[in-house]
């Protein structure tokens, strides 16, 4: 167990609906990060958050946003949602963010988009 | 730009025998590297890091891996393999200098250990 807590397992939604994901991180961590994990692109760095700022983006698109909180959980929302935006989301977390600290990470959201 | 190739998409090994997991990374400055194990259904696991000194890194279960400059590559090993070992692994790279705070992951290696 990583520590890291992902609600909800499973999600099923339409096309041009909007959802949350959630992300709790292990105890201690300041630094949370997201990934999505698709057949086509592999895992994809999304988003770090560290201590409620946002620190590092990648190749999130324009319809996704997300923040974390001061109890440092996070949430990542998706809107417009595509066929395309099913794929397994990921959150990690680490103690601080730095470049030489192992990832921690949840067991992942399925999204399934109809 | 960083970037992290895993040049076999499956590996098949006989349990017993040693395995290899082969990695290559590029990136400007030094590179911190790591490799993460996904069982099904399950989030990635850390298994080990490189980040600077011995070239030889141990990590957990029995994993190890060979940093080498010359070749920029960072292949995991296991000297005998198990069953259990069958799964999806991943090499990452950071580029230390960058400051970008960014993992880029491999396409991944599925491992298959037969019995």
């Known amino acids: 167990d990583s520590g890291v807590t992902q609600t909800p397992k499973h999600l099923i939604t339409a096309t041009g609906q909007r959802v949350t994901l959630r992300c709790s991180p292990r105890s201690g961590d300041l630094s949370v990060y997201w990934y999505q994990q698709s057949l086509d692109q592999g895992l994809q760095f999304l988003i770090q958050?560290?201590?409620?700022?946002?620190?590092a983006k990648g190749n999130i698109l324009e319809r996704f946003s997300a923040q974390q909180f001061p109890d440092l959980h996070s949430e990542l929302n998706l809107s417009s949602l595509e066929l395309g935006d099913s794929a397994l989301y990921f959150c990690?977390?680490?103690?601080?963010?730095?470049?030489?600290?192992?990832?921690?990470f949840g067991d992942g959201t399925r999204l399934s988009i109809l | 730009a960083q970037s992290v190739a895993q040049p076999e998409d499956q590996v098949n090994v006989a349990e017993g025998n040693p395995l290899t997991v082969k990695c290559t990374y590029s990136v400007s400055g030094n590179p911190y590297l790591f490799w993460y194990v996904q069982y099904p259904n399950r989030g990635l696991q850390f298994l080990l890091k490189y980040i600077t000194g011995d070239n030889l890194v141990k990590g957990s279960y029995g994993f190890e891996a060979e940093f080498n400059k010359s070749q920029t590559s960072f292949h995991l090993k296991k000297p005998s393999a198990l069953v259990s070992d069958s799964a999806l692994y991943f090499c990452?790279?950071?580029?230390?200098?960058?400051?970008?705070?960014?993992?880029?992951f491999g396409k991944g290696t599925k491992l298959s250990v037969i019995p």
């Open positions: 990690a977390s680490s103690a601080t963010g730095g470049a030489n600290q192992p990832q921690h």
């Open positions: 990452a790279v950071e580029d230390s200098g960058a400051g970008s705070y960014q993992l880029t």
């Open positions: 958050y560290y201590n409620g700022e946002e620190r």
